[in-house]
């Protein structure tokens, strides 16, 4: 019976993987919101409620802080290492040279936050709480917010230039009447 529920949840799975990757597309389609931040906000957001689930039980019910943390971190090690799956699955060409260069920025700010994990082990104390808060805990959701707020303001800008780009493209393509007469009745009314 269990593997039944284990097969049923892995095809639950996959149909939502492929569902969510659709929606996200449309979503970032119909918003103008750059499929970069949509990725990095709305699918990684949904993806990773397992975990939290996981992890708020593990603490607060079982009192299991290692499986916690150990499923969290162990996710962000795994997550990475699709990256190669994804690498042989796509072909041809390279994952990486057909990604946009903003990724960078979101490794970046999860090295960051890797490396306020270890150093809030190696540093943090009992001792050194806000309340029962952990300092380090409110770095990390303020480098999160620092992060989001930098891709938006990255993906933003590159939004608008890509608008401007295409705009500039249409105007060299094809003939100059049809611009034309849609910009007469502007001038006119």
Known sequence: MVWIELFLCAVT???????????????????????TWIG?????TVTSLP??????SAVTLNNLPNLAVGGVLGSCLFNLVILAFLDW???GVPLSSRIHHSHVLTGGFGIILLALVCTSKLFGSEHNTIGWVDPFSIAYIAVYLLAMRTLFQFESKRSLELIS??????MTKGSLA?????FLPEVVF
Do not use: M, N, Q
């Not at 990095?40 to 990684?44: D, E, V």
């Not at 975990?51 to 708020?56: A, F």
């Not at 780009?165 to 249409?170: K, L, R, V």
């Not at 049809?178 to 849609?182: A, I, K, S």
């Open 13 to 35: 799975i996959l149909v939502a993987g492929i569902k969510l990757s659709k929606y996200g597309d449309e979503i970032a389609d119909r918003t103008g919101i750059a499929k």
């Open 40 to 44: 990095l906000i709305l699918l990684a």
């Open 51 to 56: 975990e939290l689930i996981s992890g708020v």
């Open 89 to 91: 699955a796509a072909r």
């Open 165 to 170: 780009a295409t705009t500039a493209a249409e």
């Open 178 to 182: 049809r611009p034309c007469l849609e």
